[in-house]
């Protein structure tokens, strides 16, 4: 497994090992001793999610506090612009966002680490985001900042996405509960 940095150290994309021949490809999506050896992190998943999202739908930016998770996400079906935004008060990136591409072709997985909030946005018609998380969806914890907030000035490579009204309404980060 090759691993990439983001703009954001601890943020990272993963390569993992693809064997194709004629009939196909086979890879191992996750193997706990590998991306221990590969990230020096020894995590523990609980919950596996999956989404299908249409071209344009902007998902986020989603963080849990008091129960943060800590995300392993790919792509299995289409593109996606992901992001991962530093909430942790006591960082030296804190505010800072790091972004990428992930796609279902190329295979990476993306390590977003608790403490962040976490969104994305669809490129390509359709996608398929599967992620495993660190701690369970907790609804009471779950909170949402600004998808545009222009404090922290991300970078969209779509101009009007389509959210939801709960994300559409997120928290600005300077009114946002944030890490220690």
Do not use: C
């Not at 004629?22 to 590969?38: C, D, H, I, V, W």
């Not at 249409?54 to 998770?69: C, D, E, M, S, T």
């Not at 390590?111 to 969104?119: L, S, V, Y």
């Not at 991300?154 to 928290?171: F, H, Q």
């Amino acid at each position: 497994m090759k691993v990439i940095r983001t703009e954001i150290p601890e943020v990272l994309i993963l390569e993992p090992k693809v064997f194709e021949d004629p009939r196909g490809f086979f890879l191992e999506s996750y193997n706990r001793k590998t991306f221990m050896q590969a990230t020096g992190l020894d995590i523990e998943f609980v919950q596996d999610n999956h989404s299908r999202s249409a071209k344009n739908v902007l998902r986020g930016l989603h963080y849990q506090i008091g129960r943060p998770q800590g995300k392993l996400i790919r792509v299995t079906f289409g593109e996606v612009w992901d992001v991962a935004v530093d909430l942790r008060k006591s960082s030296s990136t804190f505010g800072k966002w790091a972004g990428f591409h992930l796609k279902g072709l190329s295979k990476q997985t993306a390590w977003i680490p608790p403490g962040f909030a976490h969104g994305f946005v669809v490129i390509s018609e359709v996608a398929d985001v599967q992620y495993k998380t660190t701690d369970y969806y907790s609804p009471q914890h779950e909170r949402v900042l600004l998808w545009n907030d222009a404090d922290v000035g991300i970078r969209w490579p779509v101009a009007s996405p389509v959210l939801n009204e709960r994300d559409r309404r997120g928290t600005p980060l300077r009114q946002a509960e944030v890490f220690r």
